[in-house]
């Protein structure tokens, strides 16, 4: 969520009409649950993008997404031999996926996961999906085989928005 404050002002200079914001997943996706971004900081970090994109796009609407749901993404490969692997060697979202993790921390992220649709209530002009992305029901053949994690080619499609726009991702 760090980067927002660094890509408000682009969207700003651009005079966005719309403006998508998909941020989150680094904060969570970490070595361990301790090591996220707190939930305080990420809010921060939030609110003051938007604050940003309001005081310089009064007239612009705002669509947050959700974060894709990491504990799906860990349940549905995880009897996976390589996909345990592929996560442990190249130590992707160890927060979530690590080998040694209990229930209690997955739960964690999950938690953290949720912080993004009370920020955008308080905001007259942004719109939060609901938890659509969150909610999305993936399979395992839209998963890569490459990292067990990043959609595969026949992942889920991406929405396509109006054209004055700028993503903040």
């Not at 900081?41 to 604050?51: G, I, S």
């Not at 080619?153 to 991702?169: N, Q």
Request: aromatic residues 8%.
């Amino acid at each position: 969520m760090s980067a927002a404050a660094t890509q408000a002002p682009r969207a700003v200079s651009q005079g966005a009409q719309y403006v998508t914001i998909l941020l989150g997943a680094n904060d969570l996706c970490t070595a361990s649950p301790d090591t996220m971004t707190s939930t305080a900081t990420f809010q921060t970090e939030f609110q003051a993008a938007m604050a940003k994109l309001t005081a310089g796009l009064p007239k612009a609407h705002v669509f947050v997404s959700s974060i894709p749901n990491l504990y799906q993404l860990w349940q549905v490969p995880h009897t996976n031999s390589l996909a345990r692997w592929v996560w442990a060697t190249a130590h992707i979202c160890q927060s979530m996926l690590g080998a040694t993790r209990t229930e209690a921390e997955r739960q964690q992220v999950v938690a953290r996961e949720q912080a993004l649709a009370d920020t955008c209530a308080a905001y007259a002009r942004c719109r939060w999906d609901g938890g659509a992305i969150y909610s999305y029901k993936f399979s395992a053949s839209q998963i890569s085989t490459l990292d067990y994690f990043h959609p595969s080619l026949s992942g889920p499609p991406i929405p396509r928005g109006p054209r004055r726009t700028s993503v903040l991702s």
